[in-house]
């Protein structure tokens, strides 16, 4: 169905809380046609209301479960279908996982729902796409990205750490595909520390969420706001962003080589043609 009244769709994953959906109302506001893509119906429906709310128009919703790789090629074909052009992916469904867990597809929660489901997502929309945008994070510096193992987070499980190796995967991943797809400008951004339903099912990590002086969601969505509707001649393509600079990441979330060995280990691990 393609949109003839010259408005931008925008697809937001991980848009029934938190940042994806501050950045969704905003958008709406903007005159954006949004699409809500989450994994909860109820929080899903809970989020359409609001975007609604905001802007006088019901977003589409798409549910998906970036724990299932399934999924994810379901909503591809579904997104497909219904567009002809997606003139921004926010890849912005992200996930903290306090216990190790290993996914249904045979790969750590963390690496699956944060890199190579929107990995995945991504590749499969790439002709569609008009720009992508990536909710990344500074917990990146705490990682370690291991192409020939992306299980290496399982060894001696750390939250944090294998929440770092997943978004430095995305910082990583958002330079190769500028790289790749010349055509599709790609940025990656951390958005602060901000209050959100991040590690919900920990009472102390709930706590310390409400009780500690954390970014709103508003306000870790502007820079994925603004990098959504910035022309893309003022942006580095391919760059890391921060409260709407570009910022320098890591040397080991910035290596080409590096990049491009996790660009082809990520393409095999999802059943792609690297």
Known sequence: MED??????VV?????????????????????????VGRDP????SAGDRVRESCGERPELFRSDFAV?????????????????????????????????????GFELSMQANHLAPFLLSNLLADRIGRMVVTASAAHRSGTVDPDDLNSSLRRYRPMRAYG??????????????????DVPAYSFHPGVVRTRFGSDSRLVALGMRMLPFRSPEKGA????WLAHQDPARLVDGGYYADRRVARPRAKA???????????ASAKAVGLDA
């Open 165 to 182: 190796t997943s978004k430095q995967a995305n910082i990583l991943f958002t330079a190769e595909a500028a790289r790749r797809w010349p």
């Open 42 to 45: 109820a929080r899903l429906q």
């Open 12 to 36: 937001v994953t991980g848009a029934s809380s938190g940042i994806g959906l501050a950045a969704a109302v905003d958008l709406a506001r903007r005159g954006d046609r949004v699409v809500l």
């Open 254 to 264: 910035s290596d080409p080589r590096l990049a491009a060995r996790l660009w082809t």
């Open 69 to 105: 790789l399934d999924d994810v090629r379901r909503l591809a074909e579904q997104l497909r279908a219904t567009y002809d052009r997606i003139d921004v992916l926010a890849n912005n469904a992200g996930a903290i996982v306090l216990q190790p867990v290993t996914t249904v597809d």
């Open 222 to 225: 502007e820079t994925l706001v």
């Open 4 to 9: 003839l009244t010259g408005r931008r769709t």
